[in-house]
């Protein structure tokens, strides 16, 4: 619960925070991207998780919205602490059944899920992804293209494919992916996967 004072719950993320902070003031994000001279869509990545802003927004979003800059920071700071674990994939029915899966296998992790494999390298340049689920067919641009592109970005992101077609995990294999799943997700093979990690994450568990 958060109220004028600032975060009283510490479970709750950045922009969790800034979301019911928003809302108790009774403005939209258009609103408040005006006040602080932003793009509104620079708002909804913060309250998404997708990026913080800088301590200097920080300051004034603390200031305008009656948090405690305390709060606030211990919030931003523990939100980028998290592990950051991506879900791709051009069906919007598995995003829809797939992350709730990975937040109950990993409810230390913070999860994003993405439709567009450039909205997913745009997030993976701002944060360290530890972990990406991808789908193979994604149209112009499959999930082998992918995983090379998050790969150059950091090379030690964990990399599991996902398709419903058995025949693309040789291909899926000459990437450096860690791993290989068959649609649809399910709980059992999130954790299988988590054993078998190229590169071992802490709190993913």
């Given at each position: 619960m958060i109220g004028t004072k600032?975060?009283?719950?510490m479970d709750i993320s950045f922009g969790e925070s800034l979301r019911q902070l928003r809302i108790e003031k009774g403005i939209s994000q258009q609103q408040l991207a005006d006040i602080l001279f932003v793009s509104r869509s620079s708002v909804a990545s913060w309250e998404t998780g997708r990026r913080l802003p800088d301590l200097e927004t920080i300051s004034r979003l603390s200031e305008f919205l009656g948090a405690d800059v305390g709060s606030?920071?211990?919030?931003?700071?523990?939100?980028?602490?998290r592990p950051k674990v991506l879900l791709v994939d051009d069906e919007k029915l598995i995003l829809s059944g797939g992350l709730p899966v990975l937040e109950e296998v990993m409810p230390g992790a913070d999860i994003n899920g993405f439709n567009k494999p450039s909205e997913a390298l745009?997030?993976?340049r701002s944060n360290k992804v530890a972990l990406a689920f991808l789908d193979i067919e994604m149209g112009k641009v499959s999930g082998l293209e992918l995983c090379r592109a998050l790969l150059e970005i950091n090379p030690v992101t964990n990399v599991?494919?996902?398709t419903a077609y058995m025949e693309y995990s040789f291909d899926a294999w000459s990437t450096?992916?860690?791993g290989f799943m068959l649609k649809?997700?399910?709980?059992d093979a999130v954790r299988r996967q988590l054993e078998l990690l190229r590169y071992p994450v802490r709190g993913l568990e």
């Open positions: 600032g975060v009283d719950n606030l920071l211990r919030a931003a700071e523990k939100n980028a602490q745009e997030y993976a599991i494919f996902l450096g992916a860690s649809p997700i399910s709980p």
